[in-house]
Nanobody, 124 residues
């Protein structure tokens, strides 16, 4: 079992950057595939980026490709989401999630463990 805690959200102007962190408890963090999702009011939970624990690589949604970068530091039990060129439509609660599949799933139902979320607000 793993517990996830997100941090790094906040208020930023359009065009700015934020780096979100997802820190996990547990000794086997390196064997979990991690996904980042977001949910805006009245909208479905949206996949953003994922990192496979088995070295199968990273995967990005088209909406964030080229602007967001996912990275992992297994020594720190932490996955990051670097977000650049932020837009007002990026405003949402951002979640990280974990599963033990070796591939990245874009469907949120493929993930077992979730953090509590962190708010990101982008002003115009």
């Amino acid at each position: 079992q793993v517990q996830l805690v997100e941090s790094g959200g906040g208020l930023v102007q359009a065009g700015g950057s934020l780096r979100l962190s997802c820190t996990a408890s547990g000794r086997t963090f390196s064997t979990y595939t991690i996904g980042w999702f977001r949910q805006a009011p009245g909208k479905e939970r949206e996949f953003l980026a994922g990192d496979s624990w088995r070295g199968a690589g990273t995967h990005y949604a088209d909406s964030v490709k080229g602007r967001f970068t996912i990275s992992r530091d297994n020594a720190k039990n932490t996955v990051y989401l670097q977000m650049n060129s932020l837009k007002p439509e990026d405003t949402a609660i951002y979640y990280c999630a974990a599963c033990q599949y070796s591939q990245v799933y874009v469907d949120y139902r493929g993930y077992t463990y979730w953090g509590q979320g962190t708010q990101v607000t982008v002003s115009s």
